[in-house]
């Protein structure tokens, strides 16, 4: 299975933009999806998960109520919706998918399967 992230791109703060996120040769229909990142000399951190249904979506606490994750499971493609962007969010985003659920994708990087990355450039 190969995932492929884009989307990304350099904006401004206060602006969005939407990451996708599309899985190829085989269907992940029963897999949670989610988004990881990395910014320069960090650990790659936990920023949202949706279940394979698209309830009940996680998200880490730096990207409440800005981001939003949602999957369409017919395109085999889940999306990450950033809006009033911050510096601090700048950052390679990674799409990931687990068969275990949203609440252990949160807490693990010990995911089944990775997308190659896609970098976000917010600047101030």
């Known amino acids: 299975v190969q995932l492929q992230a884009s989307g990304g791109g350099l904006v401004q703060a206060g602006g969005s933009l939407r990451l996708s996120c599309a899985a190829s040769?085989?269907?992940?229909?029963?897999?949670?999806m989610g988004w990881f990142r990395q910014a320069p000399e960090k650990e790659r951190e936990f920023v949202a998960a949706?279940?394979?249904?698209?309830?009940?979506?996680y998200y880490a606490d730096s990207v409440k109520g800005r981001f939003t994750i949602s999957r369409d499971n017919a395109k085999n493609t889940v999306y990450l919706q950033m809006n009033s962007l911050k510096p601090e969010d700048t950052a390679v985003y990674y799409c990931?998918?687990?068969?275990?659920?949203?609440?252990?994708?949160?807490?693990?990087?010990?995911?089944?399967?990775w997308g190659q990355g896609t970098q976000v450039t917010v600047s101030s």
């Open positions: 040769s085989r269907t992940l229909r029963d897999y949670t």
């Open positions: 949706t279940s394979w249904s698209g309830g009940s979506p």
């Open positions: 990931a998918a687990t068969l275990r659920g949203p609440w252990y994708m949160s807490r693990n990087n010990n995911n089944d399967y």
